[in-house]
């Protein structure tokens, strides 16, 4: 199985016998994620940090994971600060860091920007978001959530939110195809999956279901996986106002749910979570932030060959 030199641009490129082979890296990886053991795994390698769009989890996760390795981060800061401003274009961009660095991990509005980096660069992109297309990183630590705190296997997921616009939940039905889950679909009409990803999915394995309210979803689900309505997707505002507080899921709700019920969430959050679902046993969306780390840790190590 090799990872080595290659990128990571979508889902659709792995293998459930990849995948697993990731999620059984980051477990490895756990303790040094944690700093209860040092490692000077990727020492004298540098990763490159370009990120087009803001991030709190996902830019600080992959710097993390590179620095508990003992390798170097180097960030291209705010793009109103770089040559971009100027008019370099990303290919450009991309020509350039490669000469200094041993990875690249890019996050970027424009659809498809992830793949077009890899075709300029020397060494391995890892794409951290490419407009409303990809983010293969997040659902590997989605599946690494789902194993560690549910299972995998038989797993019957809700997906609600922004269907139509949510990368995250792109990349992780593409995925959980793979292991045959039982797939509820819960959004506005507006922001309704589309049609050629639920046909996709539905001839990869997965089973599929549209269900109108988190209520009748919750009764038998082993995770429930929130998402925000994306204000910066929409083209009209007026068309956001319209669908931003249809969704929400509070303490009351949680009574009919399954005792070892687990809601998700990739974050940031807006109001679809009322703070007061943090305190239940349900909540594991702050446990999902950190499993980012030993993932990222493990993907990194992949593709720079120092494990395999």
Do not use: W
């Not at 793949?115 to 989605?142: C, K, R």
């Not at 797993?155 to 195809?177: E, F, N, P």
């Not at 204000?231 to 249809?246: C, G, I, L, S, T």
């Amino acid at each position: 199985m090799k990872f080595k030199d290659q990128p990571i641009i979508s889902m659709r490129e792995f293998s459930r016998e990849m995948i697993d082979h990731i999620l059984t890296a980051a477990e490895k990886m756990e303790p040094i994620a944690r700093g209860e053991e040092r490692s000077d795994l990727l020492s004298g390698k540098i990763l490159a940090v370009l990120f087009f769009e803001p991030s709190t989890r996902t830019r600080m996760s992959f710097e993390t994971a590179m620095l508990r390795l003992g390798g170097d981060v180097l960030n291209l800061g705010s793009v109103d600060a770089s040559s971009i401003a100027k008019g370099e274009t990303l290919a450009d961009t991309i020509r350039v860091v490669d000469g200094y660095v041993d990875a690249i991990v890019i996050r970027h509005p424009k659809e498809g920007a992830a793949h077009l980096a890899s075709e300029f660069s020397s060494v391995p992109i890892l794409n951290a978001g490419d407009g409303a297309g990809h983010h293969p990183t997040q659902t590997l630590l989605d599946l690494y959530t789902i194993k560690r705190e549910s299972h995998l296997d038989n797993l019957k997921i809700a997906l609600a939110g922004d269907l139509k616009y949510g990368r995250t939940v792109h990349s992780l039905c593409y995925a959980l195809s793979l292991y045959g889950a039982q797939i509820n679909l819960i959004s506005p009409k507006e922001l309704r999956m589309p049609e050629e990803i639920i046909n996709d999915i539905i001839a990869r394995g997965a089973k599929i279901k549209e269900v109108d309210t988190i209520e009748e979803a919750i009764k038998d689900v082993d995770v429930l996986y929130m998402t925000r309505i994306q204000k910066e997707r929409f083209p009209d505002p007026a068309e956001y106002h319209k669908v931003a507080n249809k969704l929400k899921i509070t303490t009351d709700m949680l009574k009919g749910a399954k005792p070892d019920l687990k809601i998700m969430h990739p974050l940031p959050r807006v109001n679809e979570i009322d703070a007061s679902v943090d305190d239940t046993p349900h909540a594991c969306y702050f446990k999902q932030a950190f499993y980012g780390v030993p993932v990222r840790m493990a993907l990194l190590g992949l593709v720079l060959g120092a494990i395999e």
